[in-house]
């Protein structure tokens, strides 16, 4: 699998994706719908878990770190609300 990890900006794309034979180009696909797999449903899970205070459409606006960020903030208060029936956060 390895090597497209190290894949220069799109403005290579074409270039890179001309140099392929049709079996590299098929695995470049494939890790490409993967990770637009895994961008959507960390979309979804961020606008679920905000309970609307995230709209969908704003969503995609954001960048990845800024949605690592906001999932950390996320998982911090399911560790500080476990156990507590109330659901609100704790300190």
């Known amino acids: 699998m390895g090597g497209f990890s190290q894949l220069r900006p799109c403005e290579f794309f074409r270039q890179t994706l001309m140099t392929l034979d049709a079996d590299r180009i ?3 696909i494939s890790i490409m719908d993967r990770n ?9 899970t961020l606008v679920y878990y905000m309970n609307g205070g995230l709209d969908y459409n704003d969503a995609w606006l954001l960048t990845t770190d800024q949605r690592k960020q906001m999932s950390k903030i996320i998982e911090k208060h399911f560790e500080a609300t476990s156990g507590n029936k109330s659901g609100k956060l704790i300190g």
Request: net charge negative; proline share 0%.
């Open 26 to 28: 098929n695995e470049m």
């Open 36 to 44: 637009r797999r895994v961008i959507n449903e960390d979309i979804a």
